[in-house]
């Protein structure tokens, strides 16, 4: 099982970015796909889940409006469209996997995780 997460990196506050996780060893569709972020000193934070199934989107009212999820099942990648980004937005993000997963926001319950990529907005 492989997550790849990709797109951080460094933009003024106002910004946008577009995260990418591209995923293999596992069967894409039947997983709930999620971000989930944490800044220095800080715990792991959910930011967005896209459910199994369905495509039912889900995001922390700190990104509302602001960030989308998508996923791409024909190539087992998910997204995260990163839209007027803010320095509290600056996290480590991760892409994780959980199988038939509902809980969405519980860390706990995804299997799988990828490496992390670095989002760091300036102000």
């Known amino acids: 099982v492989q997550l790849q997460a990709s797109g951080g990196g460094l933009v003024q506050a106002g910004g946008s970015l577009r995260l990418s996780c591209t995923t293999s060893g596992f069967t894409f569709t039947s997983y709930t796909m999620a971000w989930f972020r944490q800044a220095p000193g800080k715990e792991r934070e959910f930011v967005s889940a896209?459910?199994?199934?369905?495509?039912?989107?889900w995001y922390a009212d700190s990104v509302k409006g602001r960030f989308a999820i998508s996923r791409n099942n024909a190539e087992s990648t998910v997204f995260l469209q990163m839209n007027s980004l803010k320095p509290e937005d600056t996290a480590i993000y991760y892409c994780a996997a959980g199988w038939r997963e509902t809980r969405y926001r519980d860390s706990r319950k995804y299997e799988y995780w990828g490496q992390g990529t670095q989002v760091t907005v300036s102000s």
């Open positions: 896209i459910i199994w199934g369905a495509g039912e989107t």
